[in-house]
């Protein structure tokens, strides 16, 4: 493993610094430099968690705690691998784990694209994404009560993003025969890059359209500056072969633990 498949503390700020312009609302300082980041329209623990805090320490478990009943939300802290087994071992049968897998791209490891392009893909920098984009995010699913979610809540907190000092966003929609089908985003913050929001348009999906935008934004995050790009996602799923096949490597399976 080199270098750029590292995922270091910097990626982890860097992370959570870039969707202060995105998802999360905002972030507290806790005890002993802990962070507690939060999202006022999404309930998802995955926008609503501690960083850099250890729940087996009292202060930083009631800091946390105090926040999450703030939001009325469940604690619920971000913790690295190398942690997991001695925090676990530590709460015992009051809290449970779910686990990610991060993944980093560089130009190193990126795999030549030899994907038919069927997409016209058309990127944005605004802050705001397009119409387009949204449409596509609240069609992502047959269940329409995932794509109501959606709809209700992720939609309207990128409606209000603004961006803060430092961080860039890049916004893509992919379109096949002119009807919007594709969208992700990227956003960067110096020489850290992220990649979110990735979807296709349920209906429309299993025709490679994911992939092939995940390619142009991987190719437009490397180009625009970014020493390497990194996503989170569920593992062991075609999701993740999706981003291997790609050129992003497997660098490290956080948790979530929720107490």
Wanted: overall charge negative; glycine content about 6%; charged content about 20%.
């Amino acid at each position: 493993m080199t270098s750029s498949q590292l995922l270091t503390n910097e990626h982890i700020a860097a992370n959570f610094e870039m969707q202060l312009s995105g998802y999360y609302s905002g972030v507290t300082t806790g005890p002993d430099g802990c962070f507690y980041y939060y999202s006022d329209e999404i309930p998802s623990l995955s926008w609503n968690h501690s960083v850099l805090a250890d729940p087996s320490v009292a202060s930083h478990s009631e800091f946390v705690l105090k926040q999450a009943n703030l939001m009325d939300r469940q604690a619920t802290f971000f913790v690295r691998e190398d942690d997991l087994e001695r925090v676990m071992s530590a709460l015992g049968d009051r809290a449970s784990v779910a686990r990610e897998r991060w993944m980093i791209c560089s130009k190193e490891t990126l795999l030549a694209d030899s994907t038919e392009n069927s997409l016209d893909v058309v990127f944005s920098h605004d802050p705001v994404p397009p119409q387009d984009y949204c449409q596509v995010l609240t069609s992502l699913f047959d269940d329409e009560a995932l794509n109501d979610r959606f709809r209700d809540f992720y939609v309207p907190t990128l409606r209000r993003s603004k961006l803060r000092s430092g961080t860039t966003v890049c916004h893509a929609v992919g379109y096949f025969a002119g009807e919007p089908v594709a969208c992700g985003s990227f956003y960067r913050k110096n020489g850290f890059a992220g990649l979110y929001s990735v979807g296709t348009v349920a209906s429309k999906q299993k025709r490679g359209f994911g992939q092939q935008i995940s390619v142009a934004l991987t190719q437009a995050a490397l180009s625009s500056g970014a020493d390497d790009i990194f996503l989170q996602c569920v593992i062991g799923t075609h999701v993740e072969r999706l981003y291997a096949s790609i050129g992003y490597v497997s660098a490290e399976m956080p948790g979530l633990i929720s107490i």
